[in-house]
């Protein structure tokens, strides 16, 4: 009896194990740059600290992250450079500079930014297969993030710029 048990239990662990991991799985088409990454997670590690880092953001008036001109409605081809260029900002500045004494907090910051690493070494390999080029648009885009996030007094910016990630981690998951 315990013989055709034995490959049932067996087929169940593996499948356990391979799906449970790319439960969360999103397909990034950036142009023609196409990455895999786990959104959902990313997600869930920002819902944990949302309430804790807008609360810090005294700034109501501003937005770095314009949802009307900077990120949506952004070409295909210029998707993949406006990322990579993103995500060097919040690693290298936003997550880098953030200060908190709360360490769930830090903890969550630190999942968040080796997501972003991850993801930023395949955006690599893309630049350098040729397939995330940097267009006028992307410049453009980016420049303009980047003068609002400057608008702002420094420790101003790193709240604003990591209190608006949803809208970036929304951004991401609507490319096509």
């Not at 499948?15 to 397909?27: E, H, M, N, Y």
């Not at 992307?138 to 790193?158: D, G, M, N, W």
Request: aromatic residues 8%; positive net charge.
């Amino acid at each position: 009896m315990k013989g055709p048990g034995l490959p049932l239990c067996f087929f169940l662990a593996v499948f356990s194990l391979f799906w449970t991991p790319s439960a969360g799985l999103k397909t990034l088409h950036l142009g023609s740059c196409v990455i895999t990454t786990n959104l959902r997670e990313m997600k869930n590690g920002f819902s944990e600290i949302r309430d804790s880092v807008q609360a810090k953001d005294e700034i109501i008036d501003h937005r770095i992250l314009r949802k009307t001109e900077s990120l949506p409605n952004t070409k295909p081809a210029d998707q993949c450079c406006l990322l990579r260029r993103l995500l060097r900002l919040y690693l290298d500045t936003v997550f880098k500079n953030y200060r908190t004494s709360d360490l769930h907090i830090l903890r969550k910051i630190s999942s968040l930014a080796n997501s972003f690493l991850t993801i930023k070494k395949d955006l690599r390999l893309c630049h350098a297969h040729m397939t995330c080029p940097c267009g006028e648009e992307a410049t453009e885009k980016y420049s303009q993030i980047l003068s609002h996030f400057e608008e702002l007094k420094p420790r101003e910016a790193v709240v604003k710029a990591l209190g608006e990630l949803d809208i970036l981690l929304q951004w991401m998951e609507e490319t096509r």
